[in-house]
Each structure stands twice: as C-alpha cells, then as structure tokens.
C-alpha cells in the first residue's frame, strides 16, 4: 500500500508540471467531427465538462451534447479505457486495483490534471457542528470518534458514511485523507452506490444531526446541491472555488485526464487535451463551474 501511494503521489506530481507546458496560453483548435472526435467516458461530476467540451469543439447545442456524451462512472471508465473502448477519460486518480488492473495487461497510463477539485465533507444543517480537524475526521472514519459531543456537538452516534470500494470518492478518501489507516468496516446501507445516495442520506430528515459523509466538492456544490446540506470547514478552511483555486483548503485533488502512455502524439485524445489545458479551455471549464488548474 505504501508503494502504490507514493507512486501515485510521483505520477501525479510530475504530471502536474506537465498540464501547465501541454495546453500553453494558446493552442490550435482541433477540427473535430462526430467522426473523428475521442471516445471519452469518465466520472458523475465531469459530464458537465465533457458536454461542455462537445458542445464547444463540435458547434453541438447543449441538448445535442447530452445526447453524445456518455460517462460511465470511474471505475467502470478506467475498465473502458485499459480493454480500448475509449480513447480519454476525466475521472478521479486511479485506485491500487485500477492500477493493477492496467499494470495486467501491460498499460501505463498517463493522469493529467485538467481541473482542480476539493474533497468535502457533509452534514445535516440540523448539526450544530460546522468544523472539524483533518485528525478528527480521521478519528471518526477509523472508529476511534463515535459521538458527536466528542467534536463538540450533541450526545448522538455519529452515523459515518462511505462509499463503495473504486468510487472515484472512496478512492480519494482512501489516498488524500486516510492515507494508509484503515477505515472502520461500513454496513451496506452506509455505503450508497451513487454519491447522490449519500448526499439524500445525509440531507434526509430521519439522520438529522448524526449523519456524516464526503463528496467532491462541484457535484456536492453545482450537480447535486442540498438544501438541508452544510459542507464541513476542515481546519477551519471552508471549502469554496477561492480557498480551492489557492490551495487554503486542506484536502484538495484534481480531476484527470486519463490515457494510455502509448496514446499517439498525434491522436484526437491528445489534441483534445491539449486544447482543454490551453488558456481558452480553461476559461470554458471556468464557466462551468470549475476551478481551473492554470
């Protein structure tokens, strides 16, 4: 487990240098046909990106966009990705089996960071508790925190959700906050399969103040927003696209652009990247509500 982190922790570091040199400030525009345009598949909360990009390089109408773009969740887009039926995907980084998985039939792939992301933490707004520390949420995923009025708030168990094994989410749970330390055994039912599940069940009327769980900070903030939903400040940073596009915020990530090593230099996928790192697609990633990483 060691070693699988610190590789990730190498590969997207290096990359990270990599996604400011291979858009630059200004990049051709690809002429792109629903022909020749990449297989793209990827995460719940990059489908407002790949739609966007659609729609902008293919002169497609938003709705034509939705149609054309269809994402399959993480995991099941690095599966598309290593048996080559996509060409690019825009997803969270790779857990230690989509790696292995890869590494099996002899893959590298390459992570690029396209836009920059923030793991958050929900609660019910009925929960006075509105700040924890990165060891305290710790604490609560490994079991050691079981009470609300252990951090401050009333004297109930903590209802602790998590996500499936491979989820983009758990995945970045796993790498960005436990690192290493493992996390308490979750029954089923605390383990949603779609990050809505787990946003309704924190947001639901019967958790009130006892539930606690995570999200990507744009699906939990533009994709799937909550009225009865608080994101939690962690360290005492709230999470938002100022703290997030200046790393203030503790736990801060990347959605990637995932592909092959042996991608062509030439190919649609790379010419789809490069355009996406370029000064005029990040300003289109922008306005859709992400936090660019340029």
């Not at 946003?199 to 799937?224: K, L, R």
Request: glycine content about 6%.
């Amino acid at each position: 487990m060691k070693m699988f982190r610190n590789l990730i922790a190498v590969l997207i570091v290096s990359l990270l240098a990599v996604s400011c040199s291979a858009g630059g400030d200004k990049a051709e525009r690809p002429a792109f046909t629903k022909e020749n345009y990449p297989r793209i598949d990827g995460s719940t909360a990059t489908i407002p990106l790949s739609e966007k990009l659609a729609s902008e390089l293919l002169s497609m109408s938003a709705e034509e966009a939705k149609e054309f773009i269809k994402h399959n969740t993480t995991h099941n887009a690095y599966e598309n990705l290593i048996e080559d039926k996509a060409d690019v995907i825009f997803v969270t980084e790779p857990s230690e089996d989509e790696l292995n998985m890869a590494a099996a039939k002899g893959i590298e792939l390459e992570v690029v960071p396209v836009v920059k992301e923030a793991f958050v933490f929900l609660v019910n707004k009925s929960n006075p508790v509105d700040r924890l520390s990165l060891e305290e949420i710790k604490d609560i995923y490994q079991g050691k925190i079981t009470n609300w009025k252990e951090v401050g708030g009333p004297d109930k168990e903590i209802i602790a959700y998590q996500r499936p094994d491979n989820s983009g989410s758990q995945t970045l749970m796993q790498n960005q906050v436990m690192k290493g330390l493992t996390m308490a055994k979750a029954p089923t039912e605390l383990k949603p399969a779609g990050m809505g599940g787990l946003i309704e069940a924190v947001a639901s009327y019967d958790n009130s103040d006892s539930a606690i769980g995570y999200s990507v900070y744009y699906y939990a903030n533009t994709m799937y927003l909550k009225d009865t939903v608080k994101f939690v400040k962690v360290d005492g940073v709230e999470p938002n696209n100022e703290t997030i596009m200046k790393d203030k915020y503790p736990v801060t990530s990347a959605y990637y652009a995932v592909l092959k090593k042996t991608e062509p230099e030439n190919s649609s996928a790379r010419k789809l990247l490069k355009w996406t790192l370029s000064s005029e697609g990040q300003k289109l990633a922008e306005a859709a509500g992400y936090v660019p990483v340029r």
